[in-house]
């Protein structure tokens, strides 16, 4: 298996508005996300897969158009090497998340698919509707995981190739 096709777990980090800003910088940023609350997490995705959630289906299919992942004063988040950034979402951000895949994707008008999302893009994977299940339902349910207005998700997938699969046995 290559790296790049290593199944790598998307994790959720809760962080107050502070943390949030705290960063843009390298020397607090990576210490931060270790000491965070992590609030959900997501097994089973290969980024190539993430991407095509994130980047085709809530987007392209669903026209959901998130604002640039960016600190107060469009300063650069800093992610550690071992992290990719999907998302970093605020409560109005994880609202249209879930409002527009429940009615897009959960909606009992919605036509059942022949193939896939993944394998509409050429991926064969074993139990490919329930990973895309998972998935949409994953990000879905990130604003319940709020407790305060001013809270922030940062949202990353390990880049390493063993993808933090211990938190998934």
Known sequence: MHEEDAFNT??????????????????????????????DHLC???????DILTD???????????PPSKLPGGLQIFVPPHLRLVYCLDYSSARQVMTRIRSCYFSRKRRPPDL????????????DFQLEREGLLFL???CDHFRSNDDY??????VYPDGNAQQCK
């Open 10 to 39: 998307i994790t959720t980090f809760r962080l107050t508005y502070p943390d949030y800003c705290s960063l843009s910088d390298p020397n607090i940023a990576e210490s931060l996300l270790h000491d965070s609350e992590q609030a």
């Open 44 to 50: 089973g995705y290969t980024t190539e897969m993430c």
């Open 56 to 66: 085709v289906v809530l987007q392209e299919w669903f026209g959901l158009r998130l």
């Open 116 to 127: 896939s999302i993944f394998a509409g893009y050429g991926l064969s994977i074993p139990a």
């Open 140 to 142: 879905a349910r990130q």
């Open 153 to 158: 998700l940062f949202i990353t997938q390990c």
